[in-house]
Protein backbone atom coordinates (compact mmCIF):
# COMPACT_ATOMS: atom_id res chain seq x y z
CA UNK A 1 0.00 0.00 0.00
CA UNK A 2 1.70 3.26 -1.34
CA UNK A 3 0.20 6.56 -0.20
CA UNK A 4 0.40 10.05 -1.35
CA UNK A 5 -0.50 13.45 -0.54
CA UNK A 6 0.05 15.93 -2.79
CA UNK A 7 -0.84 19.88 -3.45
CA UNK A 8 -3.36 20.18 -5.71
CA UNK A 9 -2.40 22.54 -9.09
CA UNK A 10 -4.72 24.72 -11.47
CA UNK A 11 -4.24 22.10 -14.22
CA UNK A 12 -5.91 19.50 -11.71
CA UNK A 13 -9.38 21.29 -11.26
CA UNK A 14 -11.14 18.69 -13.18
CA UNK A 15 -9.91 16.20 -11.01
CA UNK A 16 -10.75 18.44 -7.86
CA UNK A 17 -14.18 18.91 -9.40
CA UNK A 18 -15.06 15.04 -9.94
CA UNK A 19 -13.58 13.99 -6.50
CA UNK A 20 -15.03 16.75 -4.79
CA UNK A 21 -18.79 15.88 -6.25
CA UNK A 22 -18.50 12.27 -5.48
CA UNK A 23 -17.09 12.44 -2.12
CA UNK A 24 -19.70 14.99 -0.85
CA UNK A 25 -22.80 12.83 -2.80
CA UNK A 26 -21.38 9.47 -1.55
CA UNK A 27 -21.32 11.60 1.94
CA UNK A 28 -24.99 13.53 2.16
CA UNK A 29 -27.11 12.34 -0.31
CA UNK A 30 -28.63 9.72 1.73
CA UNK A 31 -29.91 12.76 3.94
CA UNK A 32 -30.81 15.11 1.72
CA UNK A 33 -32.99 15.81 -0.78
CA UNK A 34 -31.86 14.73 -4.86
CA UNK A 35 -32.85 19.00 -5.88
CA UNK A 36 -30.98 20.31 -2.65
CA UNK A 37 -28.09 17.77 -2.93
CA UNK A 38 -27.88 19.16 -6.58
CA UNK A 39 -28.39 22.76 -6.35
CA UNK A 40 -25.38 22.85 -3.38
CA UNK A 41 -23.30 20.56 -5.94
CA UNK A 42 -24.35 23.35 -9.20
CA UNK A 43 -22.87 26.07 -6.88
CA UNK A 44 -19.71 24.88 -4.81
CA UNK A 45 -17.69 22.66 -6.95
CA UNK A 46 -18.37 25.13 -10.45
CA UNK A 47 -15.63 24.59 -12.15
CA UNK A 48 -14.58 29.02 -11.99
CA UNK A 49 -15.72 28.64 -8.75
CA UNK A 50 -12.89 25.97 -7.76
CA UNK A 51 -10.83 27.61 -9.68
CA UNK A 52 -10.77 30.70 -7.96
CA UNK A 53 -10.27 28.75 -4.92
CA UNK A 54 -7.21 27.27 -6.27
CA UNK A 55 -5.74 30.75 -7.11
CA UNK A 56 -6.49 32.13 -3.64
CA UNK A 57 -2.73 32.33 -2.12
CA UNK A 58 -5.23 31.96 1.60
CA UNK A 59 -6.24 28.41 0.36
CA UNK A 60 -4.52 25.00 -0.13
CA UNK A 61 -6.22 21.78 -1.45
CA UNK A 62 -4.10 18.52 -1.03
CA UNK A 63 -5.15 15.58 -2.93
CA UNK A 64 -4.54 11.97 -1.17
CA UNK A 65 -3.57 8.92 -3.43
CA UNK A 66 -4.03 5.23 -2.10
CA UNK A 67 -1.71 3.24 -4.54
CA UNK A 68 -1.67 6.01 -6.97
CA UNK A 69 -5.45 6.12 -7.53
CA UNK A 70 -7.08 9.09 -6.32
CA UNK A 71 -8.85 8.55 -3.15
CA UNK A 72 -9.63 11.94 -1.36
CA UNK A 73 -8.90 15.83 -0.73
CA UNK A 74 -8.42 18.37 2.03
CA UNK A 75 -9.20 22.16 1.63
CA UNK A 76 -7.28 24.27 3.87
CA UNK A 77 -7.90 27.87 4.45
CA UNK A 78 -6.48 30.73 6.44
CA UNK A 79 -7.02 34.58 7.00
CA UNK A 80 -9.53 36.17 4.90
CA UNK A 81 -10.24 32.51 3.12
CA UNK A 82 -11.88 31.39 6.17
CA UNK A 83 -15.43 30.42 6.13
CA UNK A 84 -15.99 32.26 9.73
CA UNK A 85 -13.69 35.37 11.02
CA UNK A 86 -11.66 33.86 13.16
CA UNK A 87 -8.21 35.41 13.18
CA UNK A 88 -4.66 35.54 11.53
CA UNK A 89 -3.75 32.79 14.19
CA UNK A 90 -6.62 29.94 13.13
CA UNK A 91 -6.07 27.72 10.42
CA UNK A 92 -9.74 26.30 9.02
CA UNK A 93 -10.02 23.00 7.38
CA UNK A 94 -13.02 23.54 4.85
CA UNK A 95 -13.08 20.33 3.40
CA UNK A 96 -11.79 16.84 4.54
CA UNK A 97 -13.03 13.83 2.31
CA UNK A 98 -12.03 10.14 1.86
CA UNK A 99 -14.06 7.99 -1.29
CA UNK A 100 -16.38 5.86 0.38
CA UNK A 101 -14.54 2.87 -1.25
CA UNK A 102 -11.16 4.15 0.63
CA UNK A 103 -12.58 5.16 4.43
CA UNK A 104 -11.14 2.83 7.75
CA UNK A 105 -7.60 2.79 5.81
CA UNK A 106 -6.60 6.35 8.09
CA UNK A 107 -6.17 8.10 4.93
CA UNK A 108 -8.34 11.12 6.53
CA UNK A 109 -6.23 10.87 9.71
CA UNK A 110 -3.25 11.60 7.81
CA UNK A 111 -4.80 14.37 5.98
CA UNK A 112 -5.77 15.88 9.39
CA UNK A 113 -2.11 14.91 10.43
CA UNK A 114 -1.27 17.37 7.28
CA UNK A 115 -3.47 20.05 8.33
CA UNK A 116 -1.85 19.96 11.54
CA UNK A 117 1.35 20.05 9.90
CA UNK A 118 0.84 22.97 7.90
CA UNK A 119 -0.88 24.77 10.61
CA UNK A 120 2.35 24.44 12.85
CA UNK A 121 4.61 25.74 9.97
CA UNK A 122 2.21 28.89 9.82
CA UNK A 123 2.58 29.20 13.57
CA UNK A 124 -1.11 29.07 13.80
CA UNK A 125 -2.59 28.79 17.45
CA UNK A 126 -5.23 26.93 16.72
CA UNK A 127 -7.06 24.69 14.09
CA UNK A 128 -11.06 24.55 13.64
CA UNK A 129 -13.60 23.28 11.03
CA UNK A 130 -17.60 22.91 10.64
CA UNK A 131 -19.03 19.51 10.96
CA UNK A 132 -22.84 19.34 10.21
CA UNK A 133 -24.46 18.12 13.33
CA UNK A 134 -26.12 15.23 11.66
CA UNK A 135 -22.68 13.74 10.35
CA UNK A 136 -22.23 11.76 13.73
CA UNK A 137 -19.11 9.71 12.60
CA UNK A 138 -17.50 12.74 11.83
CA UNK A 139 -18.09 14.01 14.92
CA UNK A 140 -16.34 11.47 16.53
CA UNK A 141 -13.54 11.36 14.69
CA UNK A 142 -13.12 15.26 15.39
CA UNK A 143 -13.72 14.80 18.96
CA UNK A 144 -11.14 11.71 18.97
CA UNK A 145 -8.32 14.47 17.15
CA UNK A 146 -8.84 16.79 20.13
CA UNK A 147 -11.41 18.93 18.64
CA UNK A 148 -14.03 20.86 20.90
CA UNK A 149 -17.21 22.11 19.71
CA UNK A 150 -17.34 25.95 20.40
CA UNK A 151 -20.51 27.46 18.70
CA UNK A 152 -22.33 26.93 15.80
CA UNK A 153 -23.37 28.39 12.06
CA UNK A 154 -26.11 27.80 8.89
CA UNK A 155 -24.88 26.11 5.78
CA UNK A 156 -26.90 25.68 3.37
CA UNK A 157 -27.74 23.00 1.24
CA UNK A 158 -29.73 24.31 -1.68
CA UNK A 159 -32.52 25.96 -0.08
CA UNK A 160 -32.47 23.72 2.47
CA UNK A 161 -30.80 25.45 6.43
CA UNK A 162 -29.10 23.24 8.56
CA UNK A 163 -27.19 23.28 10.87
CA UNK A 164 -22.74 23.09 11.23
CA UNK A 165 -21.09 22.49 14.73
CA UNK A 166 -18.22 25.07 15.05
CA UNK A 167 -14.97 22.99 16.43
CA UNK A 168 -11.78 23.60 17.65
CA UNK A 169 -8.45 22.04 18.48
CA UNK A 170 -6.18 24.47 19.96
CA UNK A 171 -1.83 23.77 18.78
CA UNK A 172 -0.17 26.27 21.05
Not at 13 to 27: A, C, D, K, N, R
Not at 56 to 73: D, K, P, Q, V
Not at 85 to 110: N, P
Request: hydrophobic share 40%.
Amino acid sequence: MIITIKKCTPNELHELQEISITTFTETFQEQNSPEHLHAYLKTAYDLKKLEREVANSSSHFFFIYYNEELAGYLKLNTDGAQTETMGSDALEVERIYIKKAFQKHGLGKMLMNKAVEIALIQQKKRIWLGVWEANENAIAFYKKKGFVQTGAHSFFMGDDEQVDLIMVKALQ
